[in-house]
């Protein structure tokens, strides 16, 4: 094996076994090390019930919130691992959690609950593999199959739809046909489950190395519950800039952008009000006029709608309402986005920029990357030379604009935005004795 079990994990397996029970690693870490892949967290299940497993830790510090579903989380060496009696699942009627358990005897019934063979594989110490759904041959062919019947597997949690297309992308591996079937018919399952657990999914999947052939293959399951994308996967454009329709551009600016969460939602989402400002000309050249207004306000529906955080939604909604916007590669525009939008936020619409272009017909954008990377050069360069963007920077402030006889109040500021907004464009430079100058021109001519 490539990577060793932590000591921890080692320690919990070795007291379960002494004490007579049955102890193995289970699920995705067991995956991952079949996939060669470093584990994020060592999963345990035992024939022990939780209050015997918490008997065996008593010197250990241990967590009770999992109790009710079977888990005792014991910390060994400041690492959190989760113990879970073997068990299987009531229905999810409240959206999250199964609404019972039931502890049974048997590890191949606790596997058997298992959504997708891959995660269905228990190992112990020696590596030897508890497989009785062949996970292990399904890792080795790259492959996503439900344990037992899709359908079902589908019809009781339908956050395993997400889950599935979830690992497609993240891992690059396919999805068996039977299941793939299942997925489609049983899209409307996602009704049913809670919208914080769909957009942990989504986030996760958006940022795998497959997102976009997800994407191309699933439409039906994205909108499903953003009912806002259907438009846009049907929508055709005809226009001199667009050599695809609305939602091959849309996967290929996903695909283009870094995998970062919020530029990836704002690649998904930036072009989501085009279906509704489409008009036709004479020539037959289709226009979207007013589309980024249009595709904010529905992309803040849409992220509200899966209860994403303020800062992210925020964040996507300000780069899918600017994704369009002139930005002329010149100093004094530069500067006053940097001040408007702040440094993180002017270089994320860079990105955003960048990968719409790439989405778009090659010859008619070559000019406009270049132009980026001068624009990206220039607002590098304004920053290394700590170039004056705001108030702060100015060399005057408001005490000096008081003591040459502005009363205090809202003119003080009205007074140093006037010098920021000419510092900005270049008109007058950033000095202490030239600002103090205007500051008194602007006294006397009161
Ligand atoms: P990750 O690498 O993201 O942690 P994971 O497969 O470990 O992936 P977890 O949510 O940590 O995902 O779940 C641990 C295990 O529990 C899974 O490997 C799987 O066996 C089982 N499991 C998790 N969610 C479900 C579900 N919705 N339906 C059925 N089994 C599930
Ligand atoms: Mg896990």
């Known amino acids: ?66 109790l009710k579903h079977g888990t005792v989380t014991v910390l060994v060496d400041g690492e959190p691992y989760e113990i879970t009696t073997y068990r299987t699942e009531g229905p999810y009627s409240d959206r999250r959690r199964p609404d019972y358990v039931r502890f049974v005897p048997d590890l191949t019934e606790d596997l058997a609950r298992r959504d997708f063979t891959m995660n269905a594989i228990a190992m112990d110490l020696g590596g030897n593999l508890r497989d009785p759904f062949g996970g292990a041959d399904d890792i080795k ?116 952008v870094p995998a970062d969460v919020t530029l990836r939602l704002a690649m998904l989402l930036h072009d989501i009000g085009k279906p509704a400002c489409k008009s036709t000309d004479e020539q037959g050249i289709d226009h979207f006029y007013g589309h980024p207004a249009v595709s904010a306000k529905l992309a803040d529906e849409m992220l509200r709608a899966l209860k994403f955080d303020n800062k992210t939604r925020e964040r996507v909604v300000l780069l899918v309402e600017r994704h369009d916007a002139q930005l002329p590669p010149r100093s004094q525009v530069i500067r006053r986005w940097l001040n408007r939008m702040g440094p993180e936020a002017f270089f994320q619409l860079l990105e955003v920029k960048r990968a719409d272009s790439m989405g778009q017909a090659y010859e008619k954008v070559k000019n406009r990357l270049v132009e980026l990377e001068e624009i990206r050069a220039k607002a590098e360069q304004i920053l290394a030379e700590r170039q004056c963007l705001t108030l702060k920077d100015l060399a005057v402030d408001g005490r000096d604009v008081i003591a040459a006889g502005i009363e205090p109040g809202p003119e003080v500021g009205q007074v140093l935005n006037g010098l920021l907004e000419r510092v900005l464009s270049e008109d007058i430079p950033n000095e202490r004795k030239i600002l103090l100058k205007l500051v008194n021109y602007t006294v006397t001519d009161q």
């Open 141 to 256: 062919a790259g492959l996503i199959r439900c344990v037992g019947e899709p359908d079902q597997r589908f019809q009781e949690d339908g956050l395993r739809v997400m889950r599935a297309l979830r690992f497609a992308s993240v891992f690059g591996y396919g999805i068996e046909e039977c299941t793939v079937q299942a997925i489609h018919d049983n899209r409307t399952m996602l009704d049913r489950v809670a919208a914080e657990r769909i957009s942990v999914e989504l986030c996760k999947l958006l940022i795998g190395k497959n997102a976009g052939d997800v994407l191309r293959q699933y439409p039906d399951v994205f909108c499903q519950f953003w009912p806002q994308l259907g438009p846009l996967v049907t929508l055709e454009q005809h226009n001199p800039w667009h050599c695809w329709g609305g939602w091959e551009h849309t996967v290929h600016a996903v695909e283009a």
């Open 1 to 66: 094996m490539k990577f060793d079990i932590p000591a921890g994990a080692r320690k919990i397996l070795q007291t379960l076994a002494e004490a007579g029970f049955e102890a193995y690693l289970v699920g995705g870490c067991v995956r991952d090390l079949l996939r060669g892949v470093e584990p994020h967290d060592w999963d345990i299940c035992t024939s022990a019930r939780p209050e015997e497993t918490e008997r065996y830790f008593a010197g250990q510090r241990i967590i009770e919130t999992g």
